[in-house]
């Protein structure tokens, strides 16, 4: 199907922790509009796609958010790998910490957990282009 290259599409290394910025940008991992739902929508819409050229399309824009994923992640990541339990306790992050620690878990900013109602896939190639384009900030 794809190689996967053991590495980031783009290196990232940050080196101070930030619990407040990691808080915002985890709504690109696991938001409405995060990474999570668009490669899940991509995914899913090209199977009733009737043109395999946009159905290529489709599965490479899909597997290409599933990079973007991984960016967003490690980004949270070294936002938070060594925050001390005070800083935990006093950031905006210390909800999510009671719950996952520092593990990576899906959700948006507002700490709603990320759900397939985020995506729609209709099976209407127009309808369905119109909701990516929408979802991606794109206008019509």
């Not at 005070?86 to 999510?96: A, D, M, N, Q, R």
Request: contains cysteine.
């Amino acid at each position: 199907m794809w190689c996967y290259e053991k590495r980031l599409q783009h290196p990232i290394k940050i080196t101070q922790t930030n619990p407040k910025i990691a808080q915002i940008i985890i709504s690109q991992f696991g938001g409405p509009d995060g990474e999570l739902a668009a490669s899940m929508r991509y995914l899913s819409q090209r199977y009733t796609m009737p043109y395999k050229e946009v159905t290529g399309i489709l599965t490479d824009i899909g597997t290409e958010e599933l990079a973007h994923m991984e960016m967003v992640c490690t980004i949270v990541y070294q936002l938070t790998k060594n925050l001390t339990p005070e800083e935990i306790e006093k950031s905006v992050f210390g909800t999510y910490y009671v719950d996952h620690t520092l593990a990576l878990w899906p959700q948006a900013a507002s700490g709603t957990p990320w759900t397939a109602a985020y995506i729609q896939s209709k099976g209407d190639p127009i309808t369905d282009l119109h909701e990516d384009m929408a979802a991606d900030g794109a206008t019509v």
